[in-house]
């Protein structure tokens, strides 16, 4: 099975962009940990298609994400 490591020889960007992705959808409270919406998402950037099969890694559970974001607004 393939890790999101593996896909940047095709994409160098395609960490940044998994990143920018999940924390768009967290945010609009969609499911951060869709393979076919992210597939979708980078095909429509233009960005090369990884795959139908999902990445071993591609998943987060969003926790450490939304724990900063928290942290961010009992600080404001």
Avoid at 43 to 51: E, F, M, N, S
Avoid at 62 to 70: D, K, T, V, Y
């Amino acid at each position: 099975m393939a890790r999101i490591a593996d896909m940047e020889q095709d994409n160098a960007n395609v960490r940044d962009q998994h990143r920018e992705w999940q924390e768009q959808r967290r945010g609009n409270n969609q499911d951060a940990n869709d393979w076919n919406a992210f597939r979708e998402h980078l095909k429509g950037i233009g960005a090369p298609d990884p795959g139908e099969d999902e990445a071993e890694d591609f998943k987060s559970d969003g926790a450490a994400s939304q724990a900063g974001s928290e942290s961010t607004a009992a600080r404001a």
